[in-house]
């Protein structure tokens, strides 16, 4: 299978007066057709800045400093804004987590799901609108008609999540990245999303990206994950490989902290992973995460490890290994 989809050692740095944060450092990721590519890692490791780099959306004072971003065989980090406006949206587009600031209060929902057809499209009036309240439809959005007509405020949290995802998907996109789609809905809401973009990846033939802190998530929905440290890729498999053969202390801690589907096991506490994610304008030498490791070794304190082949799929960075 080719790639859709390949991150190239991407590294994007934000220049501040004091120093220089380090927000992605040397990230390569590959998306095939159809896949869903799950990333995961704790607050700030970088795995917006990530999804925002993809899209070229970094603001100053952030800046991609080096990389590739190839989509469907071309540098997106090589193209004129104009060429890749037309993209943005229509080949690539992103779900955010929080639907309220992504949506304009002053606007109809209806209009915002159009305004994505009035871009990418000639179609004319009527057949806009028709496009707008079938993809609504599709997306779950009852009584589309009346919806159509509603601002952002008069719909829940929910619904306005899949106002999103009906504008991510209206140009029917090869790539979609959503990041965090889920993080700030109960539950029971989370789930259906879920479900629904399951759903809807399938029937589109669309590859995703999906972004998580959340292991659960991630299994629920990945085909291959790709888990983030300190900016950094520290481990990547396939779901299988991540959730039966886990390598990397740090992964193997993100799997400690979720509740266990066994019941026998959810009797035992929940661990977490002791101390917190490093300050990005200053990192740890070597390996970012020794600091919080109990396994680290005189090494991991002063060589950064490299990437360890373990199958075709599997790598790791960590001394532990290779
Ligand atoms: N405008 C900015 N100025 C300085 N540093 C920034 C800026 N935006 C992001 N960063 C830094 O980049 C790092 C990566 O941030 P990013 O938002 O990608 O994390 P994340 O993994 O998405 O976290 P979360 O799970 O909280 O969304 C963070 O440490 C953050 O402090
Ligand atoms: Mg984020």
Not at 122 to 141: A, C, N, P, T
Not at 289 to 310: G, Q, S, W
Request: glycine share 8%; with cysteine.
């Amino acid at each position: 299978m080719n790639n859709l989809l390949a991150v190239k050692d991407l590294h994007t740095y934000f220049h501040l007066r004091n120093g220089v944060v380090k927000a992605v450092e040397g990230v390569s990721i590959e998306v095939k057709q159809g896949e869903v590519v799950g990333i995961v890692g704790e607050s700030g490791c970088g795995k917006s800045m990530t999804a925002l780099s993809i899209m070229r959306l970094i603001q100053p004072p952030g800046r991609i400093e080096k990389g590739e971003i190839i989509f469907k065989g071309r540098d997106l980090l090589k193209m004129e804004d104009e060429e890749l406006r037309k993209i943005r949206g229509s080949e690539i587009s992103m779900i955010f987590q929080e639907p309220m600031t992504a949506l304009n209060p002053v606007f109809t929902v209806g209009y915002q799901i159009e305004e994505v057809l009035k871009l990418h499209s000639e179609l004319g009036k009527e057949e806009r609108k028709s496009r707008v309240i079938e993809m609504m439809r599709k997306v779950g959005l009852p009584d589309p008609e009346k919806r159509y007509r509603e601002y952002p405020h008069q719909l829940s949290g929910g619904m306005r999540q899949r106002v999103m995802i009906a504008m991510a998907l209206i140009m029917n996109p090869s790539l979609v990245i959503a990041d965090e789609p889920t993080t700030a809905l109960d539950v029971t809401i989370q789930k259906q999303i879920l479900e629904l973009m399951k759903t809807l990846k399938r029937e589109y033939d669309m590859s995703l990206i999906f972004i998580t802190h959340d292991m659960g998530v991630v299994r629920e929905i990945s085909d291959r994950v790709y888990v983030m440290y300190a900016g950094k890729i520290v481990e990547e498999g396939s779901v299988e490989e991540i959730f039966e053969n886990p390598l990397h202390p740090y992964t193997v801690g993100l799997l400690d902290s979720i509740p266990s589907v066994n019941i026998e096991d959810r009797k035992k506490p929940l661990k977490s992973i002791e101390g917190s994610v490093p300050d990005p304008a200053n990192k740890p030498s070597g390996c970012p995460f020794h600091p919080r490791c109990e396994k680290a070794m005189d090494i991991c304190r002063n060589v950064e490890p490299p990437l360890v082949k373990i199958s075709e799929t599997h790598f790791v960075r960590c001394h532990l290994y290779g």
